[in-house]
């Protein structure tokens, strides 16, 4: 399997503070590739192919607050 562009698949996710998110990042395929920044962003990578049902998942958990599609010519 190639290596993705550089930023595809990329997601920007928000959670709660001080939650543990491992089963969630686990469910939608995902891993953490930065963060978190002060805000308690973190940029998780999710293959391509996944990434709209992985994004629509980790919405529907609780302790998200927000994942949105970063890479160029991505849609929310």
């Known amino acids: 399997m190639g ?3 550089d930023g595809e698949g990329e ?3 928000i959670a709660a503070r001080d939650v543990d998110l491992r089963a969630a990042l686990t469910k939608a395929g995902a891993r ?10 973190y940029v998780v990578r999710i293959a ?3 990434r709209g049902q ?6 529907a ?3 998200v ?3 949105e599609p970063i890479d160029p010519g991505s849609q929310p």
């Open 48 to 50: 391509p192919d996944r």
């Open 54 to 59: 992985a994004i629509d998942g980790l919405r």
């Open 65 to 67: 607050v927000l994942a």
């Open 11 to 13: 997601v920007r996710l």
């Open 61 to 63: 958990t609780p302790q």
């Open 32 to 41: 953490v590739v930065d963060g978190p920044t002060a805000t308690g962003a």
């Open 3 to 5: 290596a993705a562009a």
